[in-house]
């Protein structure tokens, strides 16, 4: 019966295979263009993200320079406008002082006698005054250019300023929208790496189908301790062996379908039951589930899977999946778990 079950499966696939493989190599060759252009777009966007951050970095330095100017000009002009007010005030005060001489003047001008001596000296006392007054006025206008000066300075700086902001918020926006399409292709990266773990399954599923002791939990994979070792041990045992040479050929096709880009392991959890354990070569279950998830890893690489893709860990008896304490519980709780995730 088996011999006509195979001929059929052979004149089966005789059928199909020449437009499956064309079928392949059309997608293979799809997903090679796809991931090329996706791998120049990442460098591009990696380029121009630098080059926004090193422009950046020189618009906020130019800002803080025009910030620091700009206080230095304020200061300047504070000082400068105290100048003019003391000049203000000076000027009146010898306006107020020329025009007390002038009625001196005046008043002595209508007497005779020795008023004479103190009549030239006034004019001359005025003469002076007018002098200062003269060089007040120059100074005022002086100081008045300076300010008109400063003014524009300050236009230009706040000008300057706007100008350093506008293209900050520019370069804020660009980097934000950056960021959200990197996020969206680390997630499109999750999706597929979630797809190639669902056919890595549903192969194993083919493969392992006639054993009951052999599930799929959650994400997980789980094989029953008793699948792989002896009660108490770490050794494998040669019915463990074959079960992990078909788990082999399943990871070595999953190795080949997964493009490189993708940062992916297959993570290997051993746990063990709540029954204590202090054995010559095992102190404690925390040694026992190491032991034997690297016994599985280290057969695994011996038949050809690439050691950078799997992990060993040991949970010991701390993460049970059966909270129960019957024998059947304990028996659920000794597996060993492979959860294929990122790195």
Same mark, same amino acid.
């Given at each position: 019966?088996?011999?006509?079950?195979?001929?059929?499966?052979?004149?089966?696939?005789?059928?199909?295979?020449?437009?499956?493989?064309?079928?392949?190599?059309?997608?293979?060759?799809?997903?090679?263009?796809?991931?090329?252009?996706?791998?120049?777009?990442?460098?591009?966007?990696?380029?121009?993200?630098?080059?926004?951050?090193?422009?950046?970095?020189?618009?906020?330095?130019?800002?803080?320079?025009?910030?620091?100017?700009?206080?230095?000009?304020?200061?300047?002009?504070?000082?400068?406008?105290?100048?003019?007010? &003391? @000049?203000? $005030?000076? *000027?009146? #005060? +010898? =306006?107020?002082? %020329?025009?007390?001489?002038? /009625?001196?003047?005046?008043? !002595?001008?209508?007497?005779?006698?020795?008023?004479?001596?103190?009549?030239? &000296? @006034?004019? $001359?006392? *005025?003469? #002076? +005054? =007018?002098?200062? %007054?003269?060089?007040?006025? /120059?100074?005022?206008?002086? !100081?008045?250019?300076?300010?008109?000066?400063?003014?524009?300075?300050?236009?230009? @700086?706040?000008?300057? *300023?706007? #100008?350093?902001?506008?293209?900050?918020?520019?370069?804020? /926006?660009?980097?934000?929208? !950056?960021?959200?399409?990197?996020?969206?292709?680390?997630?499109?990266?999750?999706?597929?790496?979630?797809?190639?773990?669902?056919?890595?399954?549903?192969?194993?599923?083919?493969?392992?189908?006639?054993?009951?002791?052999?599930?799929?939990?959650?994400?997980?994979?789980?094989?029953?301790?008793?699948?792989?070792?002896?009660?108490?041990?770490?050794?494998?045992?040669?019915?463990?062996?074959?079960?992990?040479?078909?788990?082999?050929?399943?990871?070595?096709?999953?190795?080949?379908?997964?493009?490189?880009?993708?940062?992916?392991?297959?993570?290997?959890?051993?746990?063990?039951?709540?029954?204590?354990?202090?054995?010559?070569?095992?102190?404690?279950?925390?040694?026992?589930?190491?032991?034997?998830?690297?016994?599985?890893?280290?057969?695994?690489?011996?038949?050809?899977?690439?050691?950078?893709?799997?992990?060993?860990?040991?949970?010991?008896?701390?993460?049970?999946?059966?909270?129960?304490?019957?024998?059947?519980?304990?028996?659920?709780?000794?597996?060993?778990?492979?959860?294929?995730?990122?790195?």
């Amino acid at each position: 019966m088996a011999a006509p079950l195979n001929r059929r499966r052979r004149g089966e696939q005789g059928l199909y295979w020449p437009g499956f493989v064309d079928a392949m190599a059309q997608l293979l060759l799809v997903i090679i263009f796809l991931l090329t252009v996706f791998m120049v777009a990442q460098y591009m966007q990696a380029r121009e993200l630098s080059g926004q951050d090193t422009v950046l970095s020189r618009l906020r330095a130019q800002i803080a320079e025009l910030t620091e100017l700009l206080a230095l000009e304020k200061s300047a002009k504070a000082t400068l406008e105290t100048t003019l007010a &003391a @000049l203000t $005030d000076d *000027l009146k #005060a +010898e =306006k107020a002082k %020329s025009a007390s001489l002038s /009625a001196m003047l005046s008043d !002595l001008q209508g007497r005779e006698g020795k008023a004479g001596a103190m009549v030239s &000296a @006034l004019k $001359d006392k *005025l003469a #002076a +005054e =007018k002098k200062i %007054s003269a060089e007040a006025l /120059a100074q005022i206008e002086l !100081l008045n250019q300076q300010i008109a000066a400063l003014r524009r300075q300050v236009a230009m @700086l706040n000008a300057a *300023l706007e #100008a350093a902001e506008e293209r900050d918020r520019i370069a804020k /926006a660009q980097i934000a929208n !950056l960021g959200k399409r990197l996020n969206a292709a680390l997630a499109r990266r999750v999706q597929e790496l979630a797809r190639y773990r669902s056919e890595f399954f549903g192969r194993l599923r083919r493969i392992l189908s006639q054993r009951s002791d052999i599930r799929v939990v959650g994400d997980r994979f789980v094989f029953q301790s008793e699948v792989l070792f002896p009660k108490g041990s770490a050794d494998l045992t040669e019915e463990g062996k074959k079960e992990l040479d078909k788990l082999a050929e399943a990871i070595l096709e999953l190795e080949k379908q997964i493009p490189p880009d993708i940062n992916w392991i297959l993570r290997v959890d051993g746990h063990t039951d709540s029954d204590p354990i202090r054995t010559a070569r095992f102190k404690s279950n925390w040694e026992l589930s190491a032991a034997r998830a690297i016994s599985v890893v280290k057969y695994l690489i011996s038949k050809g899977v690439s050691p950078e893709r799997l992990a060993a860990t040991g949970f010991g008896e701390f993460h049970p999946i059966d909270p129960g304490d019957t024998e059947e519980a304990k028996a659920r709780n000794r597996r060993i778990e492979l959860k294929l995730t990122e790195r």
